[in-house]
């Protein structure tokens, strides 16, 4: 039900086994296809939970580990996708060296995502010349988190001034802002971003002509 919805409830358990083998198939060779002539600028890594339970644990959630990529034109493209765990190096590395192993000799230019993930130590193993780009939707919910629900609607516009920033100048001037605003009575808020700000303004080291990678 979690996959097609509510039609789920009127198929056969003979369907449901027909259309599992289907879909296991065509992600198996998926999964296989060669990805030589393959060169990514730009990649965005998320671990995605669902309410499907593990067939081997009943009180873990299953969370889904997945990868897309932007290429130089711009195109986005799912690169790949497999179960797993969001914090764990292994399971992230596995994905990784799985892409290598398939002719991604390249890595991309930078990674986009959540700083928590395990992703992070996989990918300076990996791909180490890959420059690393922290995610600000989630750097921003975790801010406002931090704060007030009085604060969080003109907070957030405040870091919206940061990542709109036309130059890497400006984001600068408005990340020293913003931690001149609220440092004074939310530190824990303003040590979240101040921790990450390199790896926060990472993508305005990288030209403006690769559009789809900014900003994210």
Same mark, same amino acid.
């Given at each position: ?152 609607? +003109? ?29 004074? +009575? ?31």
């Amino acid at each position: 039900q979690a996959l097609v919805g509510e039609r789920a409830k009127g198929l056969s358990a003979n369907v449901i086994v027909r259309l599992k083998e289907q879909w296991s198939a065509e992600y198996d060779t998926w999964c296989q296809r060669d990805l030589s002539a393959k060169q990514y600028v730009y990649v965005w890594a998320d671990g995605i939970h669902v309410k499907v339970r593990l067939e081997d644990d009943a009180n873990k959630k299953q969370c889904i580990l997945v990868l897309m990529g932007a290429t130089a034109d711009g195109q986005k493209e799912l690169i790949a996708v497999l179960d797993g765990y969001r914090e764990s190096e292994q399971s992230w590395s596995e994905l990784l060296l799985g892409l290598k192993q398939r002719g991604l000799a390249r890595g991309p230019k930078i990674a986009v995502g959540d700083g928590a993930l395990g992703f992070w130590a996989a990918l300076r193993k990996v791909f180490p010349e890959t420059r690393e780009q922290r995610c600000w939707v989630h750097k921003t919910a975790n801010v406002l988190n931090k704060m007030p629900r009085s604060v969080q609607p +003109k907070a957030k516009a405040d870091l919206h001034e940061i990542w709109q920033a036309e130059t890497k100048a400006a984001a600068e001037q408005a990340f020293d802002h913003f931690l001149e605003k609220y440092d004074a +009575k939310y530190q824990s808020a303003c040590d979240c971003p101040r921790k990450d700000r390199e790896q926060l303004l990472a993508f305005y080291e990288f030209p403006a002509e690769y559009p789809e990678g900014r900003r994210h």
